[in-house]
């Protein structure tokens, strides 16, 4: 059990680093092949199988920011069982975007995890809001 706990927590870690050095096929693969990315609450729309969620990440977030940080915390893992896990965790992301204005937004993943091939991958991730978002600004 404690295994699993670790190794779905760096889960979260991995796609937090990989999506912040901008290593697009790494943080894609954090998800299932049919997993799911729901940020419906933020505007952006319902990403389904993990071509889908790629494309979201290159097309948009990606292509439109220099600089991302995500700082997770609080990350409560509430079940496992088998193959299967349910959590949340709470994260502060940091974005320089392309135009130069700033923004910051604290937000909620609702998770579920599941195994494949002996590694934990995202099911399905939904991102509500935690906190009102910062304004753009512009750097300067």
Request: hydrophobic share 40%.
């Amino acid at each position: 059990m404690i295994d699993n706990r670790a190794e779905i927590q760096d889960l979260n870690t991995r796609y937090a680093i990989a999506f912040d050095s901008r290593q697009l096929d790494e943080s894609v693969n954090c998800w299932a092949e049919d997993g799911i990315l729901d940020e419906t609450e933020g505007g952006f729309g319902l990403f389904e199988g993990r071509e889908a969620i790629r494309a979201f990440f290159r097309d948009s977030l990606m292509a439109n920011s220099t600089h991302v940080v995500h700082m997770m915390f609080n990350h409560l893992i509430t079940s496992i069982e088998g193959d299967h896990g349910e959590g949340r965790v709470n994260c502060l992301v940091e974005i320089m975007k392309t135009d130069g204005s700033y923004a910051r937004a604290h937000v909620t993943y609702h998770d579920r995890y599941v195994r494949v091939a002996g590694r934990w991958k995202f099911a399905s991730r939904v991102v509500t809001s935690a906190f009102p978002h910062e304004p753009l600004t512009h750097a300067g």
